[in-house]
């Protein structure tokens, strides 16, 4: 199946995310648990054009980090949650890594590819939340 058609084949589930979702829950805890820092949820639930209900974008402070951060979220959610991703990208690049989750879309970055993209900005119209210790 080519990416196109994959592409379009996307939907977001009929069940719409709330913060208090337990994979919502279970990403944030999972980020906490490998000191991933600035943790922002953007509630994408009212903009139509939005492709999930909720990104979630926090940051690495180094490449280790960053891959540690991924691989826990895909760890707890899928032993707490019983869902795997349905995308992963970035795993090679080191700067960005996104995990996406159809409804939840997890981006962990290092610094500068944070400030550089500023996604929150991009989104600015959605509701934001952070998440911080």
Not at 19 to 44: C, P, Q, V
């Amino acid at each position: 199946m080519n990416n196109l058609t994959v592409l379009n084949n996307r939907t977001k589930s009929l069940t719409r995310l709330t913060r208090n979702s337990k994979l919502f829950k279970t990403i944030i805890e999972a980020i906490h648990d490998k000191k991933g820092e600035n943790i922002i949820s953007l509630d994408l639930r009212k903009i139509p054009e939005a492709v999930a209900d909720f990104f979630v974008i926090c940051q690495a402070n180094n490449n280790n980090q960053l891959r540690a951060i991924a691989d826990n979220i895909d760890k707890e959610v899928f032993e707490k949650c019983k869902e795997s991703p349905y995308k992963h990208e970035g795993k090679q690049a080191e700067q960005w890594i996104l995990i996406d989750f159809v409804n939840i879309v997890v981006h962990i970055m290092l610094p500068e590819p944070r400030k550089f993209y500023q996604l929150e900005e991009l989104w600015s119209d959605a509701p934001s939340m952070e998440h911080n210790d």
